[in-house]
């Protein structure tokens, strides 16, 4: 799997099985969103990556795998059959982790998800984001 | 392979690249032929939505997330016509007299600094915003410092109707900003130069840059370049690196040049930010009005760092917030309600931190956060949130803390609470936009890459005019120095233009 192609929004499992529990333990809301979200979520992310060098996107791949495996070790189950504490608690641990590659990796993914989420469109109205470029024309009491 | 001939070839149009343009813009009139290459395109003005990612990828080198080669900070750097004036706030402060002093370049003194910045704040409308245009987000600030004793200052902003849509840092949808991109590059244009956007400069071969100019794609914001795509050879007399702090290193790096220059990459530095975020218990104005009104140098000389007010988007906000989850998802909630401040530490050439360029010819920035610079954002932490308690948070997100969120009730702890550790590698959210030095000016090759004119040691045709100049960090918001110094060079290039040109 370790290629230079570009992570697709139709990638394969395990990596797009993967990365939606990993956006949803980041953001629980996120388990809550339409097919039509998720689209929109991925392809946020898609395009990010595909601005980046494709070391990047070898990295993200490699680390979702790293994801999905690890807790194996612990847990005798991948981490896509954790329920939503032990996968929180797993990333906790990621996010903690003395390897400073773990912790960059985990950054870096914890980035993606956030920008997927928070990126959407309906994501900034959600939590009560409303710019407008008529500033205080549009809000002036 | 295209060939073009130019008098003189400017790379990149920024805070440096569109002043040189205007300034030897009346050399046109001689019949002196003058290109500015650009990286980035030229947006129209519907282009600017304000939508936080979308224009992020149409304005930042890598869509905001360059990062330094441990992962530790991530770099922002503007790429279009104009640079990083499109994407910066506007804050206009003239250098310190003794930074200008500290750096120490022989015949680069503090009221050349200070007379060439006057000029360019009349020429961009620097001025300040009246009282009633600042928001909640500012005045809790600039409230909370007065009952500290701080004294916070305003912002001087060079912007011509402004709306408030706080959207400076996405491109100003009103075009209200005055950044080089509405005022120097039009005028240069109008003078006879030629812009070329979409045009990467990849290296220089003596005095010909080898360029290419990239396609624009359907999706893809912005103007065409009003070159084909394709590769070129533009030969030129004077070559003016203006690509900034980053990037002029690099074309430096990966060109062939006539001359050893040991220093050229070296003394980077950024003034590394945080991104710090409070939570009233009301709704307050933070997405309507300028996002960045007051600053506080109170601390800048005892402790190295400066604080700011500032007000982000939605995925910038929770990149700053350190965790996940529950806790995470619940402050992002509050967005209505929330203050925030940006802590900047002043940090100063180190060895180490520098840029260079990988195998294929990209740029790499080394940085590791100093000791220093550690504590500059620990001690700017536990300021930011004596502030923010002050003017009457509830709980402010203290990302370097074991347990992020404080309590005002918990405010007396904070010197115990704030771990100078997590600035590390994948731990706390750091970034930086004040990108500055890689080509350092001083006397010689031993101690920099350029005279105090720009000009390369050695390489009489090739000058440097960005903030790749500057020797160490210029502790405040950069772009007015830039400029300054930009116009020095562009000044010098005029004076010697019979034989430059010759």
């Not at chain 1, 595909?50 to 790293?66: I, N, Y």
């Not at chain 1, 309906?122 to 939590?127: A, D, K, N, Q, Y």
């Not at chain 2, 601390?299 to 995470?328: D, I, Q, R």
Request: proline share 6%.
């Amino acid at each position: 799997m370790e290629t230079s192609e570009p992570i697709t929004a139709t990638d394969a499992p395990p990596l797009h099985r993967v990365f939606r529990p990993v956006v949803a333990t980041v953001v629980p809301a996120a388990a809550e969103l339409d097919d039509s979200a998720w689209s929109e979520l991925e392809s946020l992310v898609v395009e990010s990556l595909q601005r980046r060098p494709a070391s990047v996107q070898r990295k993200l791949r490699l680390f979702l795998k790293l994801i999905q495996w690890l807790p194996l070790l612990r847990h005798g189950t991948p981490f896509t059959s954790l329920d939503p504490e032990r996968r929180a608690r797993f990333l906790t641990r990621l996010q903690e982790h003395p390897l400073p590659v773990i912790r960059v990796g985990f950054w870096g993914l914890r980035t993606l998800a956030l920008l997927g989420y928070y990126g959407r469109a309906g994501g900034g109205r959600e939590i009560g984001y409303r710019p407008d470029p008529l500033g205080w024309d549009k809000y002036r009491p | 392979m295209n060939e073009r001939d130019y008098d003189i070839v400017i790379v990149g149009s920024g805070a440096g690249g569109g002043t040189v343009a205007q300034e030897l813009a009346t050399l046109c009139a001689d019949g002196v032929r003058i290109a500015v290459l650009e990286k980035g395109p030229k947006l129209r003005e519907d282009d600017y939505t304000g939508r936080e990612i979308e224009m992020a990828q149409a304005l930042y080198e890598d869509g905001g997330g360059f990062l330094t080669s441990d992962g530790s900070m991530t770099l922002a750097m503007g790429s279009a016509y104009g640079g990083s004036t499109v994407v910066y706030t506007g804050t206009s402060l003239i250098a310190p007299r003794r930074v200008i002093d500290g750096w120490n370049v022989p015949g680069l003194g503090f009221e050349e600094i200070e007379r060439r910045s006057k000029k360019f704040m009349e020429q961009n409308n620097v001025h300040l915003i009246r009282e009633a245009e600042i928001n909640e987000n500012n005045q809790m600030f600039a409230r909370g410092c007065r009952r500290l004793g701080y004294n916070a200052q305003q912002f001087p902003v060079n912007v011509m109707g402004c709306l408030g849509s706080s959207l400076c840092n996405l491109g100003c949808p009103n075009l209200a900003k005055q950044g080089t991109h509405r005022v120097q590059l039009p005028q240069a244009e109008r003078g006879g130069v030629e812009v070329v956007t979409r045009c990467e400069v990849l290296r220089l071969e003596g005095k010909t840059a080898v360029a290419r100019v990239r396609p624009k794609h359907a999706s893809e914001k912005g103007e065409p370049s009003s070159w084909a795509p394709g590769e070129y050879r533009i030969r030129s007399k004077v070559v003016i690196a203006c690509g900034g702090a980053v990037h002029t290193p690099a074309l430096l790096l990966r060109s062939r040049l006539p001359a050893s220059l040991p220093r050229l990459g070296h003394g980077f530095t950024c003034h590394p930010a945080l991104i710090l975020v409070a939570e009233h218990h009301r709704s307050i104005s933070n997405f309507v009005g300028h996002p960045k009104s007051y600053y506080l140098d109170d601390f800048v000389e005892s402790e190295g760092f400066v604080l700011e007010t500032c007000m982000y988007f939605p995925f910038t906000t929770a990149k700053s917030l350190s965790g996940f989850g529950p806790s995470h998802s619940e402050f992002m909630q509050a967005f209505p309600r929330l203050q925030m401040i940006l802590v900047l530490a002043c940090d100063h050439a180190e060895p180490g931190n520098r840029v260079a360029v990988d195998r294929a010819g990209q740029p790499v920035v080394h940085y590791r956060f100093t000791p220093a610079v550690r504590k500059a954002l620990a001690r700017g932490t536990i300021t930011s949130a004596r502030i923010f308690f002050a003017a009457g948070a509830l709980r402010v997100h203290v990302p370097a803390a074991a347990q992020p969120m404080v309590e005002a009730r918990d405010a007396d702890q904070l010197d115990d609470l704030v771990d100078e550790r997590r600035f590390r590698p994948g731990g706390v959210t750091v970034s930086a936009a004040h990108l500055q030095g890689g080509c350092g000016m001083g006397l010689t090759a031993v101690d920099s890459v350029t005279d105090s004119f720009g000009r390369v040691h050695g390489v009489p045709w090739l000058f440097v005019a960005d903030a790749s100049l500057f020797p160490d960090s210029v502790e405040i918001n950069p772009y007015l120095t830039i400029m300054a110094l930009a116009d020095r060079a562009a000044q010098k290039i005029r004076q010697d233009a019979r034989d430059l040109l010759a």
